[in-house]
C-alpha cells in the first residue's frame, strides 16, 4: 500500500498502524535513504555525496534504493510505503517493481491547507531521539527519553506554507496517474487519527474485495 498526502496530513501516523495492524513492513524513504548512507553501499553513497552538497536525491537513485529495499525477504509478504512515490516517474517504477507481486493500493489523504499550517506549526519533535508530538509547548520534554522538545526549522508558518506549494505542484501529477484505478481511494484527513485509522481500514478491505472479483471475472470462461 502506498500512502500519499501532503505534509502534516498524517500520512505517516496511518501508515505505521495500518502495517501494524495488518502485520506488515512499514517502509519510509527518510528511513531507507539513511539506512543506505550508513550502510555504504553503492547507491547509498552517491545518495550521500548528493545530500552534502544540498542537492535533491534524483528518481534513480531513489528508485533504486527502493528496489533494492523491496527485494528483501522482509517484505515480500507486503509493505506499506510512507513518503514514496514522489514522481510520476517512481510511480511507474514502483508498478514495474511490484509487477508480479499482489495488488498496490494507494490511499491519499485530503486535508486543506489552514488546517495543515495549523497542525504544523503546533507540531514538536523531541531534539533527542526525533519523536514527534502533534501538539506540545516548548517547554515540553519527550516521553520517551526525557530529551527537550523543539519546532522544526521547516514547521514555521512561511515554510509550511512553501511545502504545500510545492507538494501540491510534484503530486498534483502523480494523483493523475493512480486516480483512475480501482484501488486507488482519498480520504478526509482532517478526522480524528482514529476515525481516519478505521476509514483506511474499510476502504482496503472493501478495494480488495471489488478487485479480487474482477480478477476472477476476467478469469471465468465465457
Do not use: W
Request: hydrophobic share 40%; charged share 30%.
Amino acid at each position: 500500500m502506498v500512502m500519499l498526502g501532503p505534509p502534516g496530513a498524517g500520512k505517516g501516523t496511518q501508515a505505521e498502524r495500518f502495517a501494524e495492524d495488518h502485520g506488515l513492513l512499514k517502509i519510509s524513504t527518510g528511513d531507507i535513504l539513511r539506512e543506505a548512507v550508513e550502510s555504504g553501499t553503492e547507491l547509498g553513497l552517491l545518495a550521500k555525496a548528493i545530500m552534502d552538497k544540498g542537492g535533491l536525491v534524483s528518481d534513480e537513485i531513489m528508485i533504486g534504493i527502493v528496489r533494492d529495499r523491496l527485494a528483501r525477504t522482509d517484505a515480500k509478504p507486503g509493505v506499506v510505503l510512507d513518503g514514496f512515490p514522489r514522481t510520476v516517474a517512481q510511480a511507474v517504477a514502483l508498478d514495474e517493481i511490484l509487477e508480479d507481486r499482489d495488488d498496490l493500493f494507494v490511499i491519499d489523504l485530503v486535508v486543506a491547507e489552514e488546517e495543515l499550517v495549523k497542525r504544523l506549526s503546533a507540531r514538536r519533535v523531541c531534539g533527542q531521539c526525533g519523536a514527534t508530538y502533534p501538539s506540545a509547548g516548548l517547554d515540553g520534554n519527550c516521553e520517551r527519553c526525557d530529551g527537550k522538545l523543539v519546532q522544526r526549522s521547516d514547521d514555521c508558518e512561511s515554510v509550511v506554507r512553501e511545502r504545500l506549494k510545492v507538494y501540491a505542484r510534484d503530486t498534483e501529477p502523480l494523483l493523475h496517474h493512480y486516480s483512475g484505478r480501482l484501488n486507488f481511494a482519498s480520504i478526509d484527513g482532517a478526522q480524528s487519527p482514529e476515525v481516519v485509522g478505521c476509514e483506511v481500514k474499510a476502504i482496503i478491505e472493501s478495494k480488495a474485495t471489488e478487485v479480487s472479483l474482477e480478477e476472477t471475472a476476467k478469469e471465468s470462461p465465457q
